[in-house]
């Protein structure tokens, strides 16, 4: 038994006005049986892959795994000849590494190419077009936008059921039980597929709490009647793409109508809740307020998610925590590349240093920021994760700085966006976060794995950014008009 196994995943933010080019992918492309290795290293679904196939004697054959990029932050549409490079890697792979019983795909979901509308359909037509017959089978990550074209081309399609995703390595397993199973002759798989025609900011999506936890606690019922897997991706709200939205996909064995049933059952309840997934979120003057009073009252340390900053360079909520007095707090990161250059070129730890930050890449992220203070550290920095997401994964930054403007106020400064998972970003640069009284993060949902058993409150901010909570102020060209709430036949309507 055969199966190979490739990724080629990309969460793609088209509102962010940087092409994400080939260049900027080839660096961290994992070849061949690398892969494995590479997999190894924390939770993913390529390491449920190799679970399933140790359990199972089955041989995987590695292809390629392709995603990561040199970009600052999120990244705009990837260049077609990204998109046909890498794509035709893996075809080249499959054609001199077969034949194969079934093909493993990890892909994202919301990808988007410039001239490929459904990119992770294409990617299975083309898979299929070399393979033949063969199984092959997808898995994608919550957030992805897909439609019928990707039901119609892979023979399985199983999803992340949390968020933040702590289980890719289960879902990675389920879907090598269902190839190993369909390869046997064990399994039939039928998927029916459904879209309800919502699109969600992320912030919403958090699946431990209302309304995403109804949606994930019903699949669980029909999975308890028979289902073999009903998956739901919550959708990626800021890629501007005809497939754009929630999704439903119901895995069955060779029970079509069980499938049909579970599928517009979850689909009518998504569509249901839509008025609880656009509930107004405070904005930066008001948000960071009700924080001070919050810690002024004893609540602390308060964690303030400022979700809405897509490439790192946001200042809003770092101007309106030095225009209210704030004290005591810590900057997660503001990405600028160009203030940490100038910073090592032209100081050294223990200077005191005045410098403008933030506010460069795009117009929506803000004005720059000066601050001053104390360089108490510049440098490359290496931690271990040790929180649900990646726990185990090193992380190396090349460059660093931190800065302490008295008074208890430390701002990071990183090349890229930067979200500590956990408290040992913190850590490597010599700040406790337990001890502070507000923390920021540029991040949704994910953080909240470890920090929620951290900090006294978790307090989302909606600041001007390319992944905002409200939708509308967003500019999108290619929704269809019936989708809620951005579609056309929605904007302006009192719902």
């Known amino acids: 038994m055969r199966i190979a196994v490739a990724s080629f995943s990309h969460e793609t933010c088209t509102f962010v006005p940087v092409k994400t080019t080939y260049d900027m992918f080839k660096d961290f492309i994992v070849r061949g049986n690398a892969i494995f290795e590479h997999a190894k290293t924390h939770p993913n679904y390529i390491r449920g892959f190799m679970k399933v196939a140790e359990e199972e004697g089955a041989e995987l054959v590695g292809i390629l795994v392709a995603g990561q990029t040199s970009a600052t932050g999120y990244s705009g549409w990837i260049t077609l000849d990204a998109f046909d490079r890498i794509v035709g890697e893996i075809l080249d792979g499959l054609k001199n590494s077969g034949p194969f019983d079934g093909v493993l795909l990890a892909l994202h979901g919301a990808m988007a190419v410039e001239g490929v509308p459904k990119p992770e359909a294409e990617i ?22 897909e439609d019928h074209e990707l039901a119609e081309v892979a023979d399985a399609v199983f999803i992340l059921k949390t968020y933040p995703h702590v289980d890719s390595e289960d879902i990675g397993i389920i879907a090598a039980r269902c190839m190993v199973k369909t390869i046997r002759g064990e399994f039939k798989p039928v998927m029916a597929f459904r879209k309800p025609k919502l699109v969600t900011a992320s912030i919403y999506q958090a699946t431990d709490r209302p309304p995403m936890k109804l949606v994930y606690d019903r699949c669980r019922e029909w999975e308890a009647k028979g289902v073999y897997c009903a998956s ?75 979700h809405s900053d897509r490439i790192g360079d946001g200042t809003h909520v770092l101007r ?91 701002v990071i400064i990183s090349k890229r966006l930067r979200a500590p ?33 951290v900090v006294a409150l978790d307090y989302p901010i909606d600041s001007p950014g390319l992944g905002p909570a409200d939708l509308t102020i967003l500019e999108y060209h290619n929704v269809p008009d019936d989708f809620y709430p951005i579609g056309k036949l929605w904007r302006g309507k009192k719902v």
């Open 232 to 306: 739901v991706a919550a959708g990626y709200a800021y890629a501007d793409v005809p497939d754009i939205g929630a999704s439903v996909f119901v895995v069955t064995n060779g029970d079509r109508d069980l499938a049909e049933r579970a599928a517009q059952d979850i689909s009518d309840l998504i569509w249901s809740l839509r008025h609880e997934f656009t509930k107004p979120i405070p904005k930066p003057r008001e948000g960071v307020a009700e924080v001070l009073r919050l810690v002024n009252s004893g609540v602390k340390p308060i964690l303030i998610a400022e």
């Open 124 to 145: 299975v037509r083309r898979v299929r077009s070399v393979v033949g017959s063969i199984p092959i089978m997808v898995t994608l990550d919550l957030h992805a936008n």
């Open 320 to 410: 309106e925590l030095i225009s209210q007095g704030a004290k005591n707090f810590v900057i997660g990161g503001i990405a600028d590349p160009k203030a940490l250059e100038w910073l090592k070129n032209n100081a050294k730890i223990g200077d005191h240093v005045k410098i403008k930050i933030g506010g460069w890449a795009h117009p929506i992220s803000g004005e720059p920021v000066e601050i001053s203070g104390k360089l108490e550290f510049i440098g490359p920095i290496e931690y271990t994760l040790v929180g649900p997401m990646g726990r185990g994964r090193r992380v190396h930054e090349d460059l660093v700085a931190l800065i302490d403007m008295g008074e208890g106020r430390h």
């Open 421 to 453: 998972m956990d408290d040992q970003g913190f850590k490597a640069l010599g700040i406790e976060p337990r001890l502070k009284d507000i923390i920021v993060l540029k991040d949704r949902i994910h953080h909240r794995a470890f920090w929620d058993s």
